[in-house]
């Protein structure tokens, strides 16, 4: 990797024939506004509870979707999620939690979200860039 690049990695050192090598895992940050953030869901998608930090993402809304995918409400304990859409407006604001995830855990992401959902890379308030899941509509 190269250490000029504003990005997170885990290091995992392990050993190997009597030597050390390092691992890189690239990290991406993941927007959360809704039911990722709940401990449960977290747990059954990642097999762990993410770290994150509180932050908005500017031009965006929320409204509610209704969920018919039965394992999804069994996992969140909801049947109507947030989705958001995109408005322009900058008074608008989503307020949520930035993850850092692997890019495993990402596409682990995408199999919990819905068809309703897509994913794509905005720059949020912190002026940080990550993924978030918006409207296809």
Not at 16 to 45: C, D, H, P, R
Not at 106 to 135: P, Q, T
């Amino acid at each position: 990797p190269s250490w000029g690049e504003a990005k997170s990695y885990i290091v995992v050192n392990s050993n190997l024939l009597k030597g050390f090598y390092w691992n890189y895992i690239q990290m991406a940050n993941l927007f959360s506004y809704g039911t990722l953030q709940l401990k449960k869901v977290q747990i059954e998608t990642f097999g762990r509870k993410l770290n994150g930090i509180k932050d908005c993402l500017r031009g965006y809304k929320t409204k509610d979707l209704i969920i018919n995918d039965k394992n999804i409400v069994e996992s969140s304990g909801l049947d109507i999620h947030p989705i958001i859409f995109y408005t322009g407006n900058k008074i608008d604001c989503v307020n949520g939690i930035l993850f850092d995830v692997s890019s495993e855990e990402l596409n682990k992401a995408d199999g919990y979200e819905v068809n309703e959902y897509k994913r794509v890379k905005v720059k949020f308030e912190s002026k940080k860039e990550g993924w978030v899941y918006i409207s296809k509509q």
